[in-house]
């Protein structure tokens, strides 16, 4: 059974720095686009940021939402089968349940019914 697990929340200052990291395990997941969401009770799940699968290498896609762009960054570790979430000029905004998710396919997408598998998240809380 294919399983995700979130690691790496935390309290942080604005302005702060946070890595996350998704760890998978019962199957690799090398083939599939890998994702970030994040939610904040009583809202719809946000899209974050995702990456191809690593079975497309070089041609490794990366696309991040507008809230993101410039502050976070993706990456993916095949030999550990690790997705991260580089989380730079954290602002109170951030705060939220971050969830990891893996896709149908290789392609990554911005909707969160083309992710099959979900981690329980790990919760980001960014205050002084």
């Known amino acids: 059974q294919e399983q995700l697990e979130e690691a790496g929340g935390g309290l942080v200052q604005p302005g702060g720095s946070l890595r996350l990291s998704c760890a998978a395990s019962g199957r690799t997941f090398t083939d599939r686009a890998m994702s970030w969401f994040r939610q904040v009770q009583g809202k719809e799940r946000e899209f974050v940021a995702t990456i191809t699968s690593e079975s497309k290498w070089p041609d490794i896609r990366i696309s991040y939402s507008d809230a993101v762009k410039g502050r976070f960054t993706i990456s993916r570790d095949r030999t550990k089968n690790t997705v991260y979430l580089q989380m730079n000029n954290l602002q109170p905004e951030d705060t939220a349940l971050y969830f990891c998710?893996?896709?149908?396919?290789?392609?990554?997408?911005?909707?969160?019914?083309?992710?099959?598998?979900w981690g329980p998240g790990t919760q980001v809380t960014v205050s002084f």
């Open positions: 998710a893996a896709g149908r396919e290789w392609r990554g997408s911005a909707s969160s019914s083309d992710y099959v598998s």
